[in-house]
């Protein structure tokens, strides 16, 4: 039973409780404070160079398809990497050999990526300030937007 109370899963579940309590005081209290909090949670990119002019802009419609489609590919891929990391979980552990018609084996990769630990290490040893970093790309996200139709009096 003590297991049960310091699990992290249950440490979760009470900071999450807590959270909530938290929101429920505030809105009492102050509802605005949680519209504010809220509003500034999005922050958008600046927009990147080669973008479309004015008169090159595609028609609504196909920029509405595309956005469409867009969401629909991004919904896929998230559903896709969900199974994927799901099937993962049992195939990392297995040894290498074949299981029924599967053969399970490891390749090396041929991708490598800078040891951040040891450039810090470097930069830290001869004095030469943090690590120079730069940001990533922006993402590219859609949303459908209700559209005000104006009424005609």
């Known amino acids: 039973m003590f ?67 867009f969401e629909r590919a991004a919904d ?3 559903r896709a990497d969900r199974g994927k990391r799901a099937a993962k979980k049992v195939l990392d552990r297995l040894p290498s050999g074949v299981y029924g018609a599967w053969r399970v ?6 991708r490598q990526t800078p040891d ?12 030469l300030g943090p690590v120079p970093m730069k940001a990533c790309a922006p993402s590219l996200k859609v949303e459908a937007v209700d559209i005000a139709v104006p009424v005609a009096v």
Request: hydrophobic content about 45%; aromatic content about 4%.
């Open 105 to 110: 084996f490891r390749t090396p990769s041929s």
């Open 76 to 78: 896929q891929a998230r």
């Open 3 to 69: 297991n049960l109370l310091t699990s992290p899963r249950t440490a979760r579940t009470v900071r999450g409780l807590l959270g909530t309590v938290a929101d429920a005081v505030r809105s009492v209290i102050a509802p605005a404070s949680l519209v504010e909090q809220e509003a500034d949670a999005v922050v958008e990119a600046p927009d990147p160079a080669g973008l479309y002019e004015a008169d090159e802009l595609p028609d609504t419609d196909v920029i509405e398809a595309a956005a469409r489609e």
């Open 116 to 127: 951040l630990a040891e450039i810090t290490r470097i930069f830290k040893a001869n004095g």
